[in-house]
C-alpha cells in the first residue's frame, strides 16, 4: 500500500523558514519524480517544485524561485523535503507532496503523480 506523509507545516511569521518534510512508505522516490504542490483557500492546487531523481532535474514554480528548495534526505532515499525560506503571506496553503513517474509535459501537473499525501497547513501570518 503506498503511503505519503507530510509533516512540519505551522503558523510562521513573514520572513521566516520552515522545512516540509514528506516519507513514503510502499513506493520509491527513486524511481521516478516527487513533487510539492500547494492549495490556497478558494484556489486551485498548483505546482510549488518537482525533482527528477533519475537524472537530478529540478523545476520550481516562478513564484518559489530563488526562496524553497526539494531535496532528499541522505540516509533515507524515501524521504523528501522542501525547505522553504522567506515565506510570505501568499505562501500560505496546505502544502501536498506526489510521487510518480511524470513526463517532462506533465511534471509540473497533479495530472502527472499517482500517489498523494494528505497535506499539512502552512500559515503564513504576523
Known amino acids: 500500500q503506498v503511503q505519503l506523509v507530510e509533516s512540519g507545516g505551522g503558523l510562521v511569521q513573514p520572513g521566516a523558514s520552515l522545512r516540509l518534510s514528506c516519507a513514503a512508505s510502499g513506493i520509491s522516490f527513486s524511481a521516478g519524480a516527487t513533487g510539492w504542490f500547494r492549495q490556497a483557500p478558494g484556489k486551485e492546487r498548483e505546482f510549488v517544485a518537482a525533482?527528477?531523481?533519475?537524472?537530478?532535474?529540478?523545476?520550481y514554480a516562478d513564484s518559489v524561485k530563488g526562496r524553497f528548495s526539494i531535496s532528499r534526505d541522505t540516509a533515507d532515499s524515501n524521504t523528501v523535503y522542501l525547505q522553504m525560506n522567506n515565506v510570505q503571506p501568499e505562501d500560505t496553503a496546505v502544502y501536498y507532496c506526489a510521487a510518480g513517474r511524470p513526463i517532462t509535459s506533465t511534471i509540473r501537473t497533479s495530472n502527472g503523480y499517482t500517489a498523494w499525501g494528505q497535506g499539512t497547513q502552512v500559515t503564513v501570518s504576523s
Open positions: 525533482r527528477r531523481w533519475t537524472t537530478g532535474a529540478i523545476y
